[in-house]
């Protein structure tokens, strides 16, 4: 099978994963679009015989740091503009509320260790080869993000404050 | 078999535990300890069922159809690279001489392609993201000299411009500039509205197809781009701080003043 078919068929998952990341359809949407142009451009970069998946999400990775990166100066703009890259605190009505809810306020390097171990059930030396950080930093976010969630679910009070979208 | 001391069991081992990524032996005694600690034992069951939740939460999005842009990315991304290696060919070629003559002769619809559908939005993104973020320069000639800086780019570009009035969609004009386009000057007007973000309009007069074009929509890196093309003359509205659809109520202002019906 070649490349192409191949960055075909992880669209869904790409998909998946964007969606839970950035919370709205169109911008995960686009996140993904993004991933694949850069993908497609770099696919030079890319070793055959290794994981195909993997780098895909390294690819992504780096673009989403890109994107929010950018789109920062816009954050003191708050109520009258839309924003771009913005995690919205909504999921489609597809996930009960408080965890969608969890996730939106979990800081982004944990948020991206949860999903990829949960949604994406990578191994965590997958995880660690994804994001470019050690195995310890992947263990140790993945356990703040979760305790954060915890809490946060038995309804204790969160500290961050949420960002309203309209 | 003695049950496993507190400091025995890392943070580590619960977290890899929850994600069954522990060996065996390993398994068997943080299970030991799960048994006999209660609250423990609670929170890795939390872990799960955050886990569980999640993956049935987004499981309908494996198995929603993938929109046809996302498909088209892969394909198009492909014949667009090559697209792009024809057209710096044709340029060196073009360049070079007789050589180039019979190059392009060959490939003339690739050159229309790139020109009237990718050149344009590109270019103006480019200007957008090199202007817009300056402080202290972010136009050469300002709206105080309005009249001046119209008449001025108008006759540079060889084409009577004007500058919309877009404040019924909340954007000032800043003033403008000249800048180097690829085959001649290009006109550039820089708006703002009162909390900051910027938009701006590019104007070029040598879009070589001398083709109109409908209302299009591009995204360039981190910028959105409206453009369209009137005969030679290209309009291109872009943004990178504000959303597509208010960029879009924008550029249709613009639009509607440049392009009266």
Redesign the interface.
Known sequence: MNEAQRLVDLIPRLRRYARALVGDRATADDLVQDTLERAWAKLHLYRRGTDLRAWLFTVMHNVHVNRVRASRPTDTLEDEMPELAQRAAQGDGLLVRDLDRGIALLPAEQRAVLLLVTLEEMSYEQVARSLGIPIGTVMSRLSRAREKLRALMQGQPVTAKLKVVK | MSEPRTSDIS??D???Y??G?LPEARRSEVAAWLASHPEDAE?IE??RR??E???S??Q?????P??E???R???R??TR?AAMIAGWAILGAALGGIGGWQFHAMQPSVVMTSEAAGGLPRRAAVAHATYSPEVRHPVEVGADQEAHLVSWLSKRLGTQLRAPKLESVGYSLVGGRLLPGENGPVAHFMYQCS???RVTLYVRNDVASNRSTAFRYA?E??VDVYYWVDSKVGYAVSS????K??LLNVANAAYQQLNPP
Do not use: C, M
Request: no cysteine; net charge positive; glycine share 10%.
């Open positions: 943070e580590a619960f977290q890899a929850a994600d990524e929170r939390a872990y955050i886990a939740e999640l993956r939460g987004y309908a999005v494996l198995h929603e993938v929109p842009r996302l498909r990315t892969v394909r991304a492909g690279r909390r900051g973000t995204r890196g981190n990178g701080d504000i959303s659809d208010y």
